[in-house]
Nanobody, 118 residues
Framework: VWLEESGGGLAQPGESLRLSCEASTSILSLDVMGWYRRTPGKEREMVATLSNHDMKNYADSLRGRFTISRDNVQNTVYLEMNNLKPEDTAVYYC?????????????WGQGTQVTVSS
């Protein structure tokens, strides 16, 4: 499975950005998709996940500002980020997980940089 992120860039505090992650396969075949982020010197952290049963999970600190959604026809998952803060600056990675029998597949995109600065 190949994942390609887009939509990152520079934003000022308080602005919004929407990230997109297009999968090379039907996202309905993926059990979970989501977004993680990493800032220099820190562990990669979960931002939001979305299961193929439409269960959403958010990092507590981001709940209410970030929204994950998907378009099954476009095989794309989105991350809407509102009221951005400088501490949201990070590389954002798209993630997908699929169970196949007893095998777990995990896939990552290359990442897209989000910089929040005035």
């Amino acid at each position: 499975v190949w994942l390609e992120e887009s939509g990152g860039g520079l934003a000022q505090p308080g602005e919004s950005l929407r990230l997109s992650c297009e999968a090379s396969t039907s996202i309905l075949s993926l059990d979970v998709m989501g977004w993680y982020r990493r800032t220099p010197g820190k562990e990669r952290e979960m931002v939001a996940t979305l299961s193929n049963h439409d269960m959403k999970n958010y990092a507590d600190s981001l709940r209410g500002r970030f929204t994950i959604s998907r378009d099954n026809v476009q095989n794309t998952v989105y991350l809407e980020m509102n009221n951005l803060k400088p501490e949201d600056t990070a590389v954002y990675y798209c993630y997908a997980k699929r169970y196949s029998g007893s095998t777990l597949e995990e896939h990552w995109g290359q990442g897209t940089q989000v910089t929040v600065s005035s």
